[in-house]
């Protein structure tokens, strides 16, 4: 739920809380039984989201940042640099499905009739 929310737009804990019919204090305390924050498991969510978009699209950075809700491409550089310890270029060029064109076969081309071929 929270992946689709944050793709819809800004999200909080409120509004999540509110979503599951509870008060975000009792989402505060059940994330915290589980050792996590609500930033903890939005931060994951962006985390794969943006591992997925940058491996499976060709979307440029600025883009993915705005997909995101970054404020601005370098704060999307600095969070994912944080998370993964690499630039989202460089994770990019080393984790990118190659996109494999099928190969052509060859077709054996026989003579027209009538050619001097």
């Known amino acids: 739920m929270l992946e689709t929310e944050l793709l819809k737009g800004p999200c909080t804990s409120i509004e999540i809380a509110?979503?599951?019919s509870?008060?975000?204090r009792t989402l505060s305390r059940h994330l915290a039984r589980e050792g996590v924050t609500f930033q903890q498991v939005v931060d994951e969510i962006r985390?794969?989201?943006?591992?997925?978009?940058?491996?499976?699209?060709?979307?440029?950075?600025d883009q993915i940042?705005?997909?995101?809700?970054?404020?601005e491409p370098s704060a999307f550089?600095?969070?994912?640099?944080?998370?993964?310890?690499?630039?989202?270029?460089?994770?990019?060029?080393?984790?990118?499905?190659?996109?494999?064109?099928?190969r052509r076969r060859a077709?054996?081309?026989r003579p027209l009739p009538g050619s001097s071929s």
Request: hydrophobic share 45%.
């Open 18 to 20: 509110r979503l599951f």
């Open 22 to 24: 509870m008060h975000h």
């Open 47 to 61: 985390f794969a989201l943006a591992r997925d978009l940058l491996a499976n699209t060709d979307m440029a950075l």
């Open 65 to 71: 940042s705005v997909v995101l809700r970054y404020s």
């Open 77 to 102: 550089t600095r969070a994912f640099h944080r998370w993964s310890g690499q630039s989202p270029s460089a994770w990019r060029a080393s984790h990118a499905r190659r996109r494999k064109l099928p």
């Open 107 to 109: 077709i054996p081309r």
